[in-house]
């Protein structure tokens, strides 16, 4: 009777396209979107609790060990078809957008809708294994390495830590034909020559220093093909394909090295979508739409040969670029570009951080893009002031206008908190640091400040409207 049912799965699905599916996930994503996760910073607290939720007869949760700090590291385990396929997120504790998509995926596989032919195409034919947090300890401190300093994802031979063994020890005891290697990548590649943001990079990792082609990894290429035309339909040109040189530590590589066909997700940037919840959103649809492909073979029929069209990942975005600035030093005027990056910080004894503006790159620009972009032409920069008076009698703004971008306060004996500041803090006596001065300055023309710079963010000084993600350095 199984047997009946999966076929007629297979023929149903097969009977629509995979454009339906795609479409049907993508519009109906909300219905399966977990609450609680719309943050990178997700406690392994709230993963844990979101996983006793999911523990039903639909899929199965369970410890398998422990990290270095007795964090349990949990595998999910749903399915009873014969093709075995291993996924795992967060090796790299600070890399989270997989992770949230995963319980989007749990949430999906537990429904009752009009989708349940597909599930039941995914539970008939394949065995499924999802590792959702492999380093919780580094998810914990919001950092990429585990606890004992160590990147997991290059601990693939000496396997000193717990939570790179787990790893080995699930490949080997499933001996898993998939492999997802789910990460995160810096939001400043793109897809080489495009001022696109690459949202999503795939790689079917190498398994030598030739980067040989065997039938394990033409399938992970046939596979990352599948994957790449999900997101073009969703997400258009915004797909890198990430370096293929050969790292001998590394897990991919050597997962592919011991007969599983791996693929490599990488999660980038996306304009507007800080927290990646609409690149969370492409990685369910992404995850699900590939496992119907291997559920179904279709997968099978993508020429190894388009792989290499997938254009390559490049890192050439900046937070904001501003072009044709003129910039006035030592009695001459330049032309100059300037690319800025807003770094998050993180915050102590919290879970949190802060932007702090600094310079990436400084002249011609012309070959680079920006999230943000701002053409400065007939604009010369003015270098920003520093305030030491009273606020009683003028406000932030009004100093703003007049080209401060720093306000002294004296010194206290414990760290100093501002909140809610537009003019950056400076101690009474202190020097402005270099880099602080860097991305801290004012655009004039027609002989009157039109923009401000501060903390690396541009704010129009007439319009009083700070841009989103705003704060203003102490020092």
């Known amino acids: 009777m199984n047997k009946l049912v999966t076929l007629l799965g ?7 396209s995979a454009q339906e599916f795609e479409d049907l996930l993508f519009t109906n994503y909300e219905k399966y979107k977990v609450e609680g996760f719309s943050q990178r910073r997700t406690a392994p607290e709230s993963v844990y609790a979101q996983l006793e939720k999911q523990n039903t007869n639909t899929l199965k949760v369970k410890e398998v060990t422990k990290s270095i700090e007795g964090k349990p590291i949990y595998l999910v385990s749903t399915g009873e078809g014969e093709t075995t396929v291993l996924l795992w997120s967060q090796m790299h504790g600070n890399e989270s957008t997989a992770t949230r998509a995963l319980m989007d995926v ?4 537990q429904q009752d809708d009009e989708l349940n032919t597909f599930r039941e195409t995914l539970m008939s034919s394949l065995n499924l294994h999802f590792v959702p947090m492999l380093n919780p300890d580094g998810g914990q401190k919001w950092q990429r390495r ?19 063994q787990i790893l080995k020890k699930l490949r080997d005891s499933l001996e898993a034909e998939f492999g997802y290697n789910l990460h995160d990548q810096s939001r400043y590649y793109n897809a080489e020559f495009t001022a696109k943001p690459a949202s999503v990079s795939f790689l079917a990792t190498a398994y030598n220093e030739e980067k040989s082609i065997n039938e394990n990894r033409a399938k992970s290429m046939q596979l990352v093909l599948s994957m790449n035309k999900v997101i073009q339909k969703f997400a258009p040109g915004h797909v890198g ?19 599983t066909s791996l693929v490599l997700i990488e999660s980038g940037g996306y304009f507007n979508d800080r927290e990646k919840e609409f690149i969370r959103k492409l990685n369910f649809v992404t995850i ?11 997968y099978q029929e993508n020429d190894i040969n388009d792989y290499e069209k997938i254009p390559r990942n490049d890192r050439k975005m900046f937070d904001l670029k501003i072009v044709n600035l003129n910039y006035p030093l030592l009695d001459k005027e330049y032309l100059v570009d300037m690319g800025i990056n807003q770094n998050e910080v993180e915050r102590s004894n919290e879970r949190g951080f802060s932007y702090v503006g600094a310079i990436a790159d400084f002249g011609d620009l012309s070959t680079y893009f920006g999230y943000n972009n701002f053409n400065a032409e007939g604009y010369t920069y003015v270098a920003a002031k520093t305030y030491s008076g009273s606020l009683k009698d003028t406000s932030e703004w009004d100093l703003l206008k007049q080209g401060y971008g720093f306000k002294t306060y004296q010194g206290v004996h414990t ?7 537009l003019l950056n803090r400076i101690q009474e006596g202190k020097m402005i640091s270099k880099a602080s001065k860097e991305v801290n300055f004012f655009l004039k023309k027609d002989g009157e400040i039109k923009f401000a710079l501060i903390n690396g963010f541009l704010i129009d000084v007439d319009k009083r409207v700070l841009p989103e993600g705003f704060n203003a350095k102490t020092e």
């Open 288 to 298: 699900l739409s590939s496992l119907h492909e291997i559920a179904t073979n279709k």
């Open 241 to 259: 394909r990430y370096s293929d040189d050969f790292e001998p530590r590394a897990f991919g590589d050597n997962i592919q090295l011991w007969g």
């Open 10 to 16: 297979l023929l149903f699905c097969l009977s629509m």
């Open 415 to 421: 760290k100093h908190s501002f909140k809610n500041i």
């Open 106 to 109: 749990f949430e999906f596989l």
């Open 146 to 164: 585990n606890t004992l300093g160590v990147d997991i994802n290059r601990d693939a031979l000496r396997l000193q830590s717990p939570e790179s």
